[in-house]
């Protein structure tokens, strides 16, 4: 072939290809193709329509089961295979979809294996489970009259655009989809609470929705934000601390956490040293029932606190509430989608109106045609036998009912002459004038009923969701609780598992450190930890935790104290008493540390070069001690020692200077008498929401503790206990009754026993960490308690109860005396009660009755022993 006959061909660059004849850039077939998918994965896979709340997958699903619905459960299999006349994705997602809608329990009836939301086991294979449409999805779902339609993939099929589901069904179910881009995770609501908000949006009366899960368990709302971008909520297990088999309970699940995961990471936390346990059992059946089983000296409360910071027993979630509206992808609230349904429901309720209007009205007018037709003999003109052609009989026909025109509500026409002459002779002969009378008056009052809900569309609409409500709302209680969690700090409850090791005189820590000469135990620590370092020269700072690590600075390595250091501590006092400088003055300073930088050295004398610390002591409950300081020999001194008191010294910052001890040299300081405590009593606080106590005043205010002062909780099934006031204490959900402890209380349980009759007991009880029994654990049940010391209670019959009165007021103090606990206590009456109640007393409660062997002071020292304990047994003396 001649080179000059050829054509020249264009050579694709680097970063293009050959399409069609013609050169395209790579990047603009990226780009194109990238939207195509992302905007299929974004509408037609993993995002939800507002208007029905259903994926693509999941609406095909119930159009599916509703084409071949016969009353009766179908196999999975065959559904899957109806569905994907309708998905082209493939059969796996379709089973998979439906399996999550089973689960949910709200649009389809389950038979067989389905699997286990609780431990994650999976349905069993398509063939050998079954399902069917439920009844509530018949009745909110399906209605092909106010339904749009589309050609399904390949246009052999109609399918709908989306369903005319009168109900939040998004909200009630929940979804989570990942979408180019894009996530939509939205949580499911209660479905009660749903259909009771509805009714709000339409009386115009502000509302509030908050999650409900499946698992049950807790939540906290606070940081919620309605479910808008940004929001945040906390997901807690429920718990609760069996005494009898000295374990922790675990009864309820955060919602996407099986029991498998939850076990794995409370392994791997005991693994990793963060919590302390024996074993877990998983008894998980149709309820969960995960047990911990703790070693003998675990705390019960800190180990609670330390799941919820170390395992899948709390959990976050952030919502992203994604929806497609009018084909595109948006971020709403939670309330902003409810209000939505709820106008959406109403808006069908009223095409559901009109058509039904419409249907009665063509039913009216062919009904009065039909009777007028027989009634008034224009039948009989189709017998006439002249010559006369059938087009011009229905003329005549038509013309027959001029006299009648008025009376409809259309123009009659020439199809319906035509029609009521198709009608069978047979018929003609049995037609009821008067029956048709009766029912078109039925129709008539039909359609006023119809026309009335049309003219009230909002009352219509509020009674449909309350219909809703009674019919299917049974057995659809809210199941998570929601709570207000405290924050848990995760070096406060992490496991003090390490020790301590510190060299006083290389200035090296950490838990890694080997056992030689020079190292001692200073505490026990969690790898979490900070410490607090104070050093012979008279600095200090706060440091991580370390295997091993040099704490001391340039100028100074003789560490003077070391522990664990805790943040807004405001209790640990430290006393000290330094040199200024190399011949200065002693001064003497009281000092607490409350919050400082990590890895920063503080002065805690005056700065001058050559200080020293002659006296250190840390006291965790605010000890001041009296100590003996002797001078340095001198002749000129009519003193050579003195005494001085600590708690004459004012509590003040690290940052302070101090106040001058002596200006003569001092030869040693030695302590005299061990220190008691100059802190008040602490005032505390109970916060229900969180059922915890709290020194933040939120809450109920319970008094003033300190020393060995005790906590009285009193729980609804008949149980008792004394707690210590310690902040990190937990009470059981179940409480009825949390003040401050005192030896003289009365309590006066009204119960019912289980014989069913009323009963009242008086008892006073004794401090104790056991949960003890004051009802006996035959059936009795807690109806009320009083704390006061003498009570007053009115019993009020009930008419037909056949007590000649009414009411009767009991005074309980003559009616039954103070017993033990675990006496029966005594019937009130007989007869059928309506109602108990409590009356003011007419005398006061006597004072608590004040120790006076006991001074305020010296109960402060007792009041949190094992804290004394954090500084290698017992409150640290340092004399130089």
């Known amino acids: 072939m001649n080179e000059d006959n050829m054509e020249e061909k264009e050579i694709p660059q680097e970063g293009e290809v050959q399409s069609g004849g013609g050169t395209v850039s790579l990047d603009g077939m990226f780009k194109d193709y990238w939207i195509d998918y992302a905007s299929d994965v974004i509408l037609d896979r993993s995002v939800p329509d507002i208007d029905d709340g259903l994926k693509p997958v999941q609406r095909r699903i119930l159009h599916a089961m509703k084409e071949t619905d016969d009353g009766r459960y179908t196999k ?39 699997g286990n939301i609780l431990t994650g086991d999976d349905a069993a294979a398509g063939r050998y489970i079954e399902a069917r449409l439920s009844k509530f999805a018949k009745e909110v779902v399906f209605n092909p009259k106010t339904t749009q339609w589309k050609p399904s993939y390949d246009g052999r099929k109609q399918e709908p655009v989306s369903l005319p589901i009168k109900f939040p069904l998004l909200l009630a179910q929940g979804t989570k ?47 919620y934000n309605d479910g808008a971008q940004g929001g945040r909520l906390r997901i807690r297990a429920k718990m609760h601390y069996d005494e009898k088999r000295k374990a922790i309970v675990i009864s309820e699940l955060p919602y996407t956490v099986t029991t498998d995961v939850l076990i794995d990471s409370i392994v791997k936390a005991n693994e990793k040293g963060k919590i302390k346990i024996k074993k877990v059992d998983d008894n998980t059946a149709a309820e969960v029932e995960i047990v911990v089983y ?26 992203q509430t994604c929806v497609i509206v009018d084909e595109k992808p948006v971020f709403m609230t939670a309330s902003d989608i409810l209000r939505h349904n709820t106008m959406r429901t109403k808006d069908l309720l009223r095409q559901e109106l009109e058509i039904q209007l419409g249907e009665l009205e063509d039913r009216w007018h062919w009904v009065s045609l039909e009777k007028i037709f027989f009634e008034k003999g224009i039948y009989k003109k189709m017998e006439k036998k002249d010559s006369s052609t059938w087009d011009e009989q229905v003329d005549e026909m ?114 890694g450190l080997k056992r030689e000469e020079g190292v001692e135990v200073a505490c026990e620590c969690s790898r979490l930890d900070d410490i607090i370092v104070f050093r012979k020269d008279g600095t200090m700072m706060v440091t991580k935790v370390q295997e091993k690590g040099f704490v001391g600075s340039q100028d100074c390595k003789e560490i003077l104290f070391v522990s664990v250091f805790r943040k807004r501590d405001e209790r640990t006092v430290y006393n000290m008493i330094y040199r200024d400088g190399p011949s200065g003055y002693a001064m003497v300073k009281r000092f607490s540390v409350t919050a400082i930088t990590r890895d920063r050295d503080y002065l805690l004398t005056k700065g001058t070069k050559g200080s020293k610390v002659l006296y250190f002591t840390a006291n965790p409950n605010g000890e001041a001690e009296v100590v003996t300081v002797h001078h340095v020999s001198n002749p000129k001194l009519k003193k050579v020692s003195f005494d001085f008191d600590f708690k004459t010294l004012a509590i003040k910052g690290r940052q302070s200077m101090g106040n001058i001890l002596t200006r003569n040299a001092v030869r040693s300081i030695n302590l005299k008498d061990e220190g008691v405590s100059t802190l008040s009593a602490r005032k505390i606080w109970f916060d229900e929401s969180v059922k915890r106590l709290n020194v933040n005043e939120a809450g109920r205010y319970l008094g003033e503790f300190r020393g060995t002062d005790k906590i009285l ?112 206590g005594k019937r ?33 020292l007792a009041a949190e022993p094992d804290e004394r304990q954090g500084f290698a047994e017992g409150t640290q003396t340092q004399l130089f």
């Open 828 to 860: 009130i009456t007989t007869f059928a009660v309506e109602k108990f109640v409590w009356l003011a007393p007419l005398k006061a409660d006597p004072d608590p009755d004040p120790d006076p062997d006991t001074d305020p002071t010296e109960t402060e």
């Open 76 to 114: 999975v299999a065959n559904i899957v295979g109806n569905t994907m006349q309708y998905h082209p994705h493939g059969d796996a997602s379709i089973k998979d979809a439906l399996v999550n809608l089973g689960q949910k329990d709200l649009l389809i009836d389950c038979q067989g294996n389905w």
């Open 713 to 824: 909780a009193i729980m609804q099934g008949g149980t008792y206990r004394t707690t210590t006031f310690d902040l990190a204490n937990h009470y059981d959900d179940d409480l009825v009754e949390l003040r401050k402890y005192r030896p003289d209380q009365i309590v006066t349980a009204l119960y019912r026993s289980a014989d069913g009759y009323p009963y009242l007991k008086r008892f006073t009880p004794e401090a104790t960490d056991r949960k003890t029994p004051f009802l006996d654990d035959d059936g009795s049940s807690l109806i009320d308690l009083s704390m006061d010391f003498f009570p007053r209670l009115e019993v009020v019959y009930t008419e037909d109860s056949g007590k000649k009165i009414g009411s009767e007021i009991i005074e309980v103090e003559d009616f039954i005396g103070v017993k033990s606990n675990k006496a029966k």
């Open 177 to 223: 989809g990942i979408a180019v881009t894009l996530t939509s995770v939205i949580m499911p609501y209660n479905f009660c609470e749903l259909l009771e908000a509805s009714i709000k949006i339409l009386q115009n009366v502000p509302f509030e929705i908050y999650p409900d899960f499946p698992t049950g368990g807790l939540i906290d709302v606070s940081k």
């Open 398 to 511: 038509l013309h027959a009912f001029g006299p009648y025109r008025k009376r409809f509500k259309r123009e009659i026409t020439r199809e319906d002459v035509l029609k009521l002459t198709e009608k069978p002779v047979r018929k003609i002969s049995k037609f009821d004038i008067k029956k048709a009378e009766e029912e078109i008056e039925s129709i008539e009052m039909t359609m006023d009923e119809v026309r009335n809900h049309l003219e009230h569309l909002t009352d219509y609409a509020i009674r449909y969701f309350q219909d809703i409500l009674k019919k299917y709302g049974k057995g659809r209680e809210r199941k998570t609780e929601i709570r207000s969690f405290e924050d848990i700090e995760s070096t406060q409850v992490a496991l003090a598992n390490e020790k301590l090791y510190v060299n006083y005189t290389t200035g090296f820590v950490g838990w």
């Open 294 to 319: 703790l070693p003998g000296g675990v705390s019960p409360d800190q180990t609670i606190d330390a799941l919820y910071a170390f395992t899948s027993c709390q959990i976050s979630f952030s919502p």
